[in-house]
């Protein structure tokens, strides 16, 4: 697991901080929100709540063959 105690609290205080300011936040994840629900349900929520109950929630998939990153080069 790369989230640790340190990285789940302060991932808490930046998206508690703009939704008490009502911000408007974008983010960009590797994970589900069912994972990020699992890592932590005070982030879950919020960002739950203000993607109004997942209305704005966009999932592309998770096709690893589309991550050239993680693709092995053909020398």
Do not use: H, Q, V
């Not at 999932?59 to 991550?67: E, S």
């Amino acid at each position: 697991n790369k989230w640790n105690d340190d990285s789940i609290s302060l991932a808490y205080k930046i998206i508690n901080s703009r939704y008490n300011n009502n911000k408007i936040t974008i983010i960009s994840s590797e994970f589900l929100p069912n994972k990020i629900l699992e890592m932590d349900t005070a982030i879950f929520g919020r960002i739950n709540e203000k993607s109004k109950n997942g209305k704005y929630i966009l999932n592309c998939g998770n096709d690893k063959n589309k991550n050239y990153r993680l693709r092995k080069e053909d020398n």
